[in-house]
């Protein structure tokens, strides 16, 4: 099976009702799977490997993560060393070292100046 890159990961952070909606959304694409990770997030993965995570009232995130828009998108990469490395080259700012989650998934956070965050992961599964 290949491995797919790119656009991977959804984060959304829902500060009032529309919580309802989003929910009703993602549990709405046929094929999807509701995860809970903690108070105040809900995690749906869906058919084709992409996470949407909601970030409702309670949830805990880095400050960082929803400064400049309630929407971070993360992209899937395959060497996320050596793509973090090209984006600084590139102007990116790294805001969060690369995080080890367990033995196959490492992310970071990165910002491109007074524009929004956004994500990239390695996956290794």
């Known amino acids: 099976m290949k491995k797919s890159t790119g656009l991977k990961k959804i984060a959304i952070r829902i500060k ?20 809970l990770i903690s108070p105040g997030l809900t995690v749906y993965l869906l058919p084709d490997g992409t996470s949407i995570e909601l970030y409702g009232p309670g949830s805990v995130y880095p400050d960082y993560l929803f400064a400049e828009s309630d929407v971070v998108t993360s992209y899937k990469v395959a060497d996320i060393e050596k793509t973090v490395t090209e984006l600084r080259k590139a102007g990116a700012r790294i805001l969060s070292p690369i995080e080890q989650v367990c033995n196959a998934y490492r992310y ?13 992961f390695e996956d290794n599964v």
Do not use: D, N, W
Request: hydrophobic share 40%; glycine share 12%.
């Open 16 to 35: 009032g009702p529309e919580l309802m909606i989003y929910q009703t959304l993602a549990r709405e694409v046929a094929g999807s799977k509701k995860l």
């Open 108 to 120: 970071c956070h990165l910002s491109v100046e007074g524009q929004a965050v956004f994500g990239i």
